[in-house]
Structures are given as C-alpha cells and as structure tokens.
C-alpha cells in the first residue's frame, strides 16, 4: 500500500496475518477521517476538522469509501456521554465491518463542540475477541489542531434530502463537506488522498441496515 501505518494503543496480530493486515487499513481509512498520522505514530495528524458536531441522540451517518484501500463502508453514531482524568465529553462511535475480525470499533470520547486534536480525551479501539485498548488524548500534540478554509456554501442532494452544506480545505489538498442537518460530525464528504461520501443518515434504528451490496 506504501504507507505503513500503525494503530496506536492496539494489540500486535500474534497470527502475523489478517487481522494485522485489516486494522492497517483501517488506519488508512482514519487518516482520511483525519484521526491518525499518516506519516509516522507520533507525529502529528494531517487534519482533524476541527468542525462544530451535530447531536443527536441516536443520531448516526453511513459512508462510503471511495478510495482504493480501506473498507468499502463505515459508519459513524453518536455514543453517550463519558469521562476521563475528570473531564467529561461525549463518546463518537466509528464501525467497520472487517472480514476475519468482525465489526470493528475506533471510540472517541471529545470534549467541547468540536473534533478535533485536542477534543479527543480517550481514543477506544474495539476488536472482538480481545480487550479493549485505550489511548489517552491520542492526539493532543503541538500544531496538530489546523482550522478549516471556508470555500463556499452549496447544496447536496443525499438519500432524497437537500442539504446545505459548506466547504472546507485544509492542508494538503483535502476538501471537506459539512451540513448541520447531517448527525455526529456532520460530514457530508471528504476529497483527498482518502475520499468517502455520505450514502444515509438517521436517528435510532440500526445505522447497517439497507446498507448497499457493495459494502458488504
């Protein structure tokens, strides 16, 4: 793939085999989120977006990878509230379904209104059949917070719904997509190295359901 990417905070693949190989590329897909380094463990992010999240209760938005590597869907919930150290956020659920892993879970627990590099309080990674592995402030280091370029405001059409949304850039030629109207971090879509678009959105029921055959 050309990058080697490692997860911190996660369990070394005793198989040497898949599993190792899958949470590789869901590093992949997180450096397009914007929530891992994409040139070494502990440098700083190329991006976190550092925009407003959208809460609501139950709410949740499934995405689709356009990239190469990566999982070819992913969705994003809006968990409960949290502490750590004393400090109080509000848990954002990532969920991959992983071939010879099972459904796979980045938990960030963010504090404030915003994601981004300081926000996060406590990064979780779930696999199942081990232990949970915690991170605290994975990635509260120093330049790592970058604000976003406003471009333009412009509509899209998903599921059926006009949405508004606005535009951003960031270093290193990433666009991104954001609308009020969208739940959790209120991404509509993400151009760049890694791209991915919203496909459906919701509050409560199961975020998977009537997912597309692609992303299975």
Same mark, same amino acid.
């Given at each position: 793939?050309?990058?080697?990417?490692?997860?911190?905070?996660?369990?070394?693949?005793?198989?040497?085999?898949?599993?190792? =190989?899958?949470?590789?590329? @869901?590093?992949? @897909?997180? &450096? %397009?989120?914007?929530?891992?380094?994409?040139?070494?463990?502990?440098?700083?992010?190329?991006?976190?977006?550092?925009?407003?999240?959208?809460?609501?209760?139950?709410?949740?938005?499934?995405? +689709?990878?356009?990239?190469?590597?990566? !999982?070819?869907?992913?969705?994003?919930?809006?968990? %409960? !509230?949290? =502490?750590?150290?004393?400090?109080?956020? =509000?848990?954002?659920?990532?969920?991959?379904?992983? !071939?010879?892993?099972?459904?796979?879970?980045?938990?960030?627990?963010?504090?404030?209104?915003?994601?981004?590099?300081?926000?996060?309080?406590?990064?979780?990674?779930? &696999?199942?059949? =081990?232990?949970?592995?915690?991170?605290?402030?994975?990635?509260?280091?120093?330049?790592?917070?970058?604000?976003?370029?406003?471009?333009?405001?412009?509509?899209?059409?998903?599921?059926?719904?006009?949405?508004? +949304?606005?535009?951003?850039?960031?270093?290193?030629?990433?666009?991104?997509?954001?609308?009020?109207?969208?739940?959790?971090?209120?991404?509509?879509? +993400?151009?760049?190295?890694?791209?991915?678009?919203?496909?459906?959105?919701? +509050?409560?029921?199961?975020?998977?359901?009537?997912?597309?055959?692609?992303?299975?």
């Amino acid at each position: 793939m050309g990058t080697a990417l490692s997860v911190r905070g996660s369990a070394p693949d005793k198989s040497g085999g898949r599993v190792g =190989r899958f949470l590789t590329l @869901l590093a992949l @897909l997180l &450096v %397009g989120l914007g929530a891992l380094p994409a040139r070494a463990q502990d440098s700083a992010p190329d991006a976190l977006f550092g925009l407003p999240l959208v809460v609501r209760e139950g709410g949740w938005a499934r995405y +689709v990878n356009m990239s190469p590597d990566g !999982p070819p869907q992913f969705v994003i919930k809006l968990g %409960g !509230p949290g =502490r750590h150290e004393g400090k109080r956020g =509000r848990w954002v659920v990532i969920e991959l379904d992983v !071939p010879a892993a099972g459904r796979v879970g980045f938990d960030f627990l963010v504090e404030g209104e915003r994601f981004s590099a300081g926000s996060v309080l406590l990064m979780r990674l779930r &696999v199942p059949g =081990r232990p949970p592995k915690d991170t605290p402030a994975p990635f509260n280091q120093p330049g790592a917070d970058r604000r976003p370029h406003p471009l333009r405001e412009t509509t899209e059409t998903i599921a059926g719904k006009k949405l508004a +949304v606005s535009e951003y850039s960031y270093a290193g030629g990433i666009i991104a997509q954001w609308s009020p109207s969208v739940p959790v971090l209120g991404l509509v879509s +993400v151009s760049g190295t890694q791209s991915f678009r919203l496909e459906a959105f919701g +509050v409560g029921g199961d975020p998977w359901k009537d997912a597309t055959a692609a992303g299975k």
